[in-house]
């Protein structure tokens, strides 16, 4: 990325524009390939696999780890994000919509831990398997 903003002259660092004044069709075809699989490799590790092991721990007697990816993918293929970048006010919306569920879910979250539990959890009895010791119970 620096070498090419430094051959090309670019003052900024847009990997597409770089791309765009190569004159090689093949070494096109490799950057814009290595683009894509970096791009979904990270955005595969850092939303799917975490969507997909909250879901499990939801619902961990209906639902697998595969599973929960699964419907992890379809819901956000549902979301449809290519649509919410059309126009400027699509993702103000999404944004809002998202900022009124998770408030109210910080909140009760928060209200939890310092009103109910006053501030006591048992770390340990987190990691206990509830199937084996079924008195464990991590908020004492």
């Known amino acids: ?4 903003s430094l051959y090309f002259g670019i ?3 847009n990997i597409l524009n770089i791309i765009d004044r190569l004159d090689n069709v093949a070494v096109v075809v490799l950057a814009m390939s290595v683009f894509l699989l970096t791009t979904i490799s990270t955005n595969a590790t850092g939303n799917i696999i975490p969507a997909g092991y909250q879901l499990a721990a939801l619902f961990p007697k209906k639902m697998t780890y595969k599973k929960g990816v699964m ?3 379809v819901i956000s293929f549902l979301i449809m994000p290519w649509k919410l970048m059309e126009n400027a006010d699509s993702i103000f919306i999404f944004l809002n919509a998202i900022g009124a569920v998770l408030g109210p879910v910080a909140g009760v979250m ?3 831990y310092y009103f109910v539990q006053k501030q006591q959890i ?4 987190l990691y206990v398997d509830k199937h084996k010791k079924e008195e464990a119970n ?3």
Do not use: K, T, V
Request: net charge negative; proline share 5%.
């Open 122 to 125: 048992d770390l340990n009895a």
């Open 138 to 140: 991590p908020f004492y």
């Open 1 to 4: 990325l620096l070498g090419g």
């Open 71 to 73: 419907i992890a993918s």
């Open 110 to 112: 928060i209200a939890n």
């Open 11 to 13: 003052q900024e660092w």
